[in-house]
């Protein structure tokens, strides 16, 4: 299994990039894990500022030449892991303009004028790694589950991954969030997944 981890933090010294280092970690002790890229958005210096003019059309973004290396990766990728901080009840804007731009028509789906377009990501599957200040079912009971229904249906779904878990850790910055035993849980299931 060839794994895409995309860290979307712009802080090495947070808590998110110690779940980093236990994803690492773990796929490295995985023997069904052959291959593992790291994408850091924020070390990359990736651009998430969409850009539609007369040079740059939406349609064609697909095959923007300034996007192919993003585009090979998820295209090589059997598993994709996010791992970012929920904020506002969403992700990272540095992650959703990643989204914006590589999960785009003709590269991650294909409208075929039905309900519903051809999702052309087809057969990866998704690990979202994700951390917030507040309690851990705020997002359930305040929020409908927004930011899982983001990802998994209105992003992931539509683009053919039906495959998603989430780790949403939440009292990530209280002194009694267990934050030791959550990164231990990270740590393991990525040394055991199968697929």
């Not at 519903?116 to 359930?140: A, D, F, I, N, R």
């Not at 779904?157 to 030791?180: H, L, R, T």
Request: aromatic share 14%; hydrophobic share 35%.
């Amino acid at each position: 299994m060839k794994m895409l981890i995309i860290y979307t933090h712009p802080n090495h010294n947070s808590l998110n990039y110690e779940f980093l280092q236990r994803v690492i970690k773990g796929s490295s002790e995985n023997p069904t894990i052959t291959d593992v890229q790291v994408l850091d958005l924020y070390e990359e210096g990736f651009n998430p500022i969409l850009v539609f003019n007369e040079e740059k059309r939406r349609r064609d973004m697909y095959r923007a030449p300034d996007l192919e290396q993003y585009r090979n990766q998820i295209s090589w990728a059997d598993k994709i892991v996010f791992v970012y901080p929920i904020w506002w009840g969403r992700p990272p804007a540095m992650l959703l303009g990643y989204i914006d731009q590589l999960f785009s028509a003709n590269f991650a789906y294909k409208d075929q004028g039905g309900l519903l377009p051809e999702g052309l990501l087809k057969g990866k599957s998704v690990v979202c790694v994700s951390t917030m200040k507040g309690p851990t079912h705020y997002p359930m009971f305040y929020l409908n589950n927004a930011h899982q229904m983001l990802m998994k249906k209105a992003l992931l779904k539509y683009v053919g991954i039906k495959k998603v878990k989430f780790f949403e850790f939440g009292n990530m910055e209280s002194p009694k969030g267990k934050q030791k035993e959550k990164l231990e849980k990270v740590y393991l299931y990525f040394k055991k997944i199968k697929n």
